[in-house]
């Protein structure tokens, strides 16, 4: 499955991942690349508790980014 993520750089430097088709599937990392793994993790251990509860997957979120000039 992909899911998308979405990623944002913190006052503090740090990276942070988030799952929007999985509430509260949310990570970080020192840097961009260490974000995204991280959030793959979390992601495969939150789609592991649902299966391993009996609970529906939910489908990944179709989205665009679209370009708009100001």
């Known amino acids: 499955m992909k899911y998308k993520i979405t990623?944002?750089?913190d006052d503090n430097g740090i990276?942070?991942?988030?799952c929007p088709a999985l509430p509260g599937c949310i990570s970080q990392?020192?840097?961009?690349t260490e974000a995204v793994?991280?959030?793959?993790?979390?992601?495969?251990?939150y789609l592991g508790s649902l299966k391993k509860?009996?609970?529906?997957?939910p489908p990944p979120i179709d989205e665009e980014v679209i370009?708009?000039?100001?």
């Open 53 to 57: 509860h009996h609970e529906p997957i």
């Open 37 to 45: 793994e991280n959030i793959r993790d979390a992601i495969q251990g």
């Open 7 to 9: 990623l944002q750089l």
């Open 67 to 70: 370009e708009v000039h100001a």
């Open 29 to 32: 990392g020192r840097t961009r």
């Open 15 to 18: 990276f942070i991942a988030e």
